[in-house]
């Protein structure tokens, strides 16, 4: 079975700097997605980024890029410049690719890693 | 923007009792899931469903659970009995189609209290 192990329970950043939160995780298939997931307080998660496993270049969407290392099965998430808006809960997730015959589509979570960004 | 909608947002019960966490999901979205989490640990996949039956569920997802899409738009997760170990955040969440690229959008959560 697969899964994901987020090691860092909290994480502070002062703002406009860059922060890398960390993300492992197990699984013997060869093609696969991983995701990270922000969720603010009170507020439901929402996409950041996404990967597929079979692309060797890493993600980036404006500030947030990934450091993708299919090997190491590791998969962290990079804020640049972070702002006040960027502290929340973040949770990387896997999905198996297989999505008929194996699973259907759900996601692996990791516990998440509470952002805090100081002004 | 187009949102997934979870009504309530907290529920508290007594143990024992029935309890039914309600859904909206978005409009032209075809899949939908119900995850939980229970406080401190990982949110886990409970159920998903599409075309009216369920497609997967986790081995959380025992006889006490069920899930309906009783109309066009709600989708719910029922409890029958519920238990001191079912408090958690409970999470829905949709997708227009299953492939792994898609994103699932997820709702707001009910937080669920069982005393």
């Known amino acids: 079975a697969q899964t994901v192990t987020q090691s860092q329970p909290e994480m502070s950043v002062q703002e406009a700097e860059t922060v890398t939160l960390s993300c492992t995780y197990d699984t013997s298939e060869s093609d696969y997605y991983l995701f990270w997931y922000k969720q603010p307080p009170s507020r439901q998660m929402i996409l950041v980024i996404r990967q597929e496993a079979y692309k060797q270049q890493n993600a980036t969407e404006n500030r947030f890029s990934v450091n993708f290392q299919k090997a190491a099965k590791s998969f962290s998430l990079k804020i640049s410049d972070s702002q006040l808006g960027d502290a929340a809960m973040y949770f990387c997730?896997?999905?198996?690719?297989?999505?008929?015959?194996?699973?259907?589509?759900?996601?692996?979570f990791g516990k998440g890693t509470k952002l805090s960004v100081k002004p | 923007e187009p949102e997934v909608t979870q009504t309530p947002s907290h529920q508290v019960t007594q143990m024992g009792q029935e309890v039914i966490l309600r859904c909206v999901p978005i409009s032209n979205h075809l899949y939908f899931y119900w995850y939980r989490q229970i406080l401190g640990q990982k949110v886990e996949f409970l159920v998903s469903?599409?075309?009216?039956?369920?497609?997967?569920k986790s081995e959380i997802f025992d006889d006490q659970f069920s899930v309906e899409r009783p109309d066009g738009s709600n989708f719910t997760l029922k409890i029958r009995s519920t238990k001191l170990e079912d408090s958690a955040m409970y999470f829905c969440?949709?997708?227009?189609?299953?492939?792994?690229?898609?994103?699932?959008?997820f709702g707001p959560g009910t937080r669920l209290t069982v005393l």
């Open positions: 969440a949709s997708s227009p189609s299953p492939s792994s690229y898609n994103e699932q959008f």
């Open positions: 997730a896997y999905r198996s690719a297989w999505i008929y015959g194996g699973s259907q589509g759900n996601l692996i």
């Open positions: 469903f599409y075309n009216n039956e369920i497609s997967e």
